[in-house]
Every structure is written in C-alpha cells, then in structure tokens.
C-alpha cells in the first residue's frame, strides 16, 4: 500500500467500527467480515474477493498499534484541510504552491516541522517505500572511508613485552595522478548535465514531488569528461604501504587494536576509516599465560619434594631461584613476584610455577634398595577413612 492509500481510504469504515473502537473490537470485526467475505465461501464473486481484499487491508493498518497510530497522524495532518490542491492538482498550503518534500526535511522555517513527537521524515519514512524515500534528498558530500582489518602473529615474549612491527597492507588509497577527483591531469571533473550540478532530481508523483540522488553522477554533482590514466576515473588505486604499529605490553592473544585514520581514505575529502589489527599470539615453548601472571611447570625428583631444594628457573628476562621447603607434594605452585606481564599502571603479574613430582619408570638394583628401606622406615599414608568404607564391603 502507498501513502495515497493511508491518506484515501477510510480503514475505519472498511471494518465497520468507529475511530475510538478498541483493539479487541477492532480485531473482532476483521474476523467477522473476512469469514464472510473469504473467496473460499464466495467463488466466482469478484466482489467479495475485493471487498476481502479491502477488509485485509485496512486491518494490516489498523491491526498494528505503531502503523495505527501513524495513519491516525496522517489523516488528522491531510484531512484537517492543511494542504489544499489547485487546479493542476499540485497541494498547497494556504494557497502557496508547496514541495512535501520540503516537511520532510524542515521546511524553510528554520527548522525540521514536528509532528507526532518525531519528525515528519520519521513519520513517513515508514510509510514510504524505500525507506524514507519520502525524504528530500541531499548532495552526497565527503564520505568517510572504509574500516580496514588485518591480522599479525606475535612471539609470545614480544606479545608480554611490547613490540614496534613494520606492517605491510594492499589496500584502496588516493591516486596520486588526479589526487582522488578522477579526472585526467590538466582537466576537472564538470557539472552533471542532468542535475546542474545539484546532485539530486526531482521527479513528480501526483500531488507529491520527490527527490533522490541524480543517477547519472550518483550524487556527486560533478562528471568526469576525460578520465585519469591510473584510476580509470575512480579517483583511487590499490596501493602498497607500510605503517610502523605498536603493539603495546601485555596484548592479549585475540585482541583488537584500533589504529584511527589508517584505513581507506575517504571519499570526495571526507575523512579515513580506522585499521583494526587483530592480535593471534603464538604460544611458547616453555610459558603459558592467566591474565598478568605468567604460567610455568617445573619438574621435580621425590628426593627434591620430600628433602627440600632450591629451584633457579627461567624468566622472559633472565632466571630467579625458588625455595622448594622438605615435604612438598606434586602441584604445589611457587610465585615469583613481578615476574610476569607488566600491567598499564607499571605493576606487573607473577610468575606461577606449578611443582611436577616426576617418578621413575625404572630403577637401578641400588636404587630399589635404598627406596624399599625408605619405605620400611617411612610411616603409613593416613588411609584410615579410605580403609573404613573399604572394610564395609568386604
């Protein structure tokens, strides 16, 4: 359905009710005159088909709240004799010959004419097809570029460190033979024939005139005659450039860094898009990583846990010795502080080393000895509640 429609047909009295009736009368009166009126139970009747048709229709409107109310503005703006038609049937208010297009874009009253809590455009930008096409149409002026994305692989200490990278891009960039107008050197890009230079037309559809971007130029208001050699009359060229990025301390394996203005230049002087790096960090042979703190599993002998040792370990930036105290078990995690990832504030994670109680798969003749006097002379592992269910099912 079109704006006509809205403005023409009574949807009210389609469905038989008055403009106050309810949603559920509403409702009702649809269901009533749509089983009447069904082509299933009228065949061959062309005008119970339209009138079903007409019943549809108006409860297609009247049936939503947001489209009722928007029908219900519209009839009360048209209706209320604020827009007249003259003898060529062009609507004018008070008399003056008027463009709709000029409500929906503000008029000349300084500023965008209001209705219904929202703009005209907002009214009937819902209303037309297209979207807005009730609008009037502007010049397309600069266009901001397009965001580009790439992606880098970093070493896993570069990722903790920080690191400066040189990044090397293929991407859309400004000609540099025209400087991004697409005309050939010596000449310019001239007025558009058909819309003088404006950058829109005006077509007229009954009593509405309507505007859209001129076909011709797209928009722009100018056309290029003689093209640029390099661009073809683009204005841009794919180009190979190379940005220094730096990726800061402590960036995270799937994070995101946003560059401003490194991506595709703009259109017709509007401003460059953003370049959005996203971070795959390569994971390491010794390190892992929870947050700020650094991960390390270090393996140790039983003589090592039961005795007691000390432990130097590797850093990222050199080594540190840990205290292993007699008695420790497997899994045990040590922390040497301000040893992981430097954090925005200057402090800096830990480094978590997790204890690995190795035992042997084989023995020496020695060896097995001296561990079964170990065992004779080591007291039992306190089993005893183990003990106690197990004895229950013996």
Same mark, same amino acid.
């Given at each position: 359905?079109?704006?006509?429609?809205?403005?023409?047909? =009574?949807? #009210?009295?389609?469905?038989?009710?008055?403009?106050?009736?309810?949603?559920?009368?509403?409702?009702?009166?649809?269901?009533?005159?749509?089983?009447?009126?069904?082509?299933?139970? $009228?065949?061959?009747?062309?005008?119970?088909?339209?009138?079903?048709?007409?019943?549809?229709?108006?409860?297609?409107?009247?049936?939503?709240?947001?489209?009722?109310?928007? #029908?219900?503005?519209?009839?009360?703006?048209?209706?209320?004799?604020? *827009?007249? %038609? $003259?003898?060529?049937?062009? +609507?004018?208010?008070?008399?003056?010959? *008027?463009?709709?297009?000029?409500? *929906?874009? +503000?008029?000349?009253?300084?500023?965008?004419?209001?209705?219904?809590?929202?703009?005209?455009?907002?009214? *009937?930008?819902?209303?037309?097809?297209?979207?807005?096409?009730?609008?009037?149409?502007?010049?397309?002026?600069?266009? %901001?570029?397009?965001?580009?994305?790439?992606?880098?692989?970093?070493?896993?200490?570069?990722?903790?460190?920080?690191?400066?990278?040189?990044?090397?891009?293929?991407?859309?960039?400004?000609? =540099? !033979?025209?400087?991004? $107008?697409?005309?050939?050197?010596?000449?310019?890009?001239?007025?558009?024939?058909?819309?003088? +230079?404006?950058?829109?037309? !005006?077509?007229?559809?009954?009593?509405?005139?309507?505007?859209?971007?001129?076909?011709?130029?797209?928009?722009?208001?100018?056309?290029?005659?003689?093209?640029?050699?390099?661009?073809? +009359?683009?204005?841009?060229?794919?180009?190979?450039? !190379?940005? $220094?990025?730096?990726?800061?301390?402590?960036?995270?394996?799937?994070? &995101?860094?946003?560059?401003?203005?490194?991506?595709?230049?703009?259109?017709?002087?509007?401003?460059?898009?953003?370049?959005?790096?996203?971070?795959?960090?390569?994971?390491?042979?010794?390190?892992?990583?929870?947050?700020?703190?650094?991960?390390?599993?270090?393996?140790?002998?039983?003589?090592?846990?039961?005795?007691?040792?000390?432990?130097?370990?590797?850093?990222?930036?050199?080594?540190?010795?840990?205290?292993?105290?007699?008695?420790?078990?497997?899994?045990?995690?040590?922390?040497?502080?301000?040893?992981?990832?430097?954090?925005k504030d200057g402090r800096a994670g830990d480094l978590l080393v997790t204890l690995d109680?190795?035992?042997?798969?084989?023995?020496?003749?020695?060896? &097995?000895?001296?561990?079964?006097?170990?065992?004779?002379?080591?007291?039992?592992?306190?089993?005893?509640?183990?003990?106690?269910?197990?004895?229950?099912?013996?």
């Open positions: 359905m079109s704006s006509k429609d809205w403005i023409e047909k =009574d949807y #009210y009295a389609a469905l038989g009710v008055e403009k106050s009736a309810s949603s559920d009368e509403i409702k009702k009166s649809y269901r009533k005159l749509a089983r009447e009126s069904h082509p299933d139970h $009228n065949p061959g009747d062309p005008k119970a088909e339209e009138r079903f048709k007409a019943v549809s229709e108006a409860y297609a409107v009247l049936g939503d709240e947001k489209k009722r109310r928007e #029908y219900d503005e519209m009839r009360s703006l048209f209706g209320s004799g604020a *827009f007249r %038609r $003259n003898a060529r049937g062009a +609507g004018q208010p008070g008399g003056m010959p *008027f463009d709709v297009s000029d409500l *929906f874009g +503000g008029g000349a009253a300084g500023g965008e004419a209001r209705f219904g809590g929202g703009g005209l455009g907002d009214l *009937f930008s819902s209303i037309f097809t297209g979207g807005g096409a009730g609008g009037a149409a502007r010049p397309r002026g600069p266009a %901001r570029g397009r965001d580009v994305e790439t992606e880098v692989a970093l070493d896993f200490p570069d990722a903790v460190r920080g690191v400066t990278l040189p990044l090397t891009l293929r991407a859309p960039g400004v000609c =540099d !033979t025209c400087h991004g $107008n697409g005309a050939k050197p010596g000449t310019q890009p001239v007025a558009c024939p058909v819309c003088h +230079g404006a950058g829109v037309t !005006t077509r007229n559809q009954g009593s509405f005139s309507f505007s859209e971007p001129c076909r011709n130029c797209q928009g722009v208001g100018t056309v290029v005659e003689e093209k640029c050699p390099e661009c073809q +009359g683009t204005g841009g060229v794919t180009k190979t450039r !190379t940005l $220094n990025v730096r990726f800061p301390a402590g960036v995270a394996d799937g994070q &995101r860094i946003r560059l401003a203005g490194r991506g595709e230049p703009g259109e017709r002087g509007g401003p460059a898009g953003d370049l959005f790096v996203h971070v795959k960090v390569r994971p390491d042979e010794l390190f892992g990583r929870t947050g700020d703190d650094l991960t390390l599993t270090v393996p140790i002998t039983f003589a090592e846990a039961v005795l007691g040792t000390d432990l130097r370990v590797p850093t990222l930036d050199g080594t540190v010795t840990l205290r292993v105290p007699p008695g420790t078990p497997s899994g045990r995690v040590l922390r040497a502080r301000g040893k992981g990832v430097v954090r109680v190795v035992v042997p798969a084989t023995l020496s003749d020695e060896a &097995r000895a001296a561990l079964e006097t170990f065992a004779e002379q080591t007291p039992p592992a306190a089993r005893e509640h183990l003990d106690a269910r197990v004895r229950r099912f013996s």
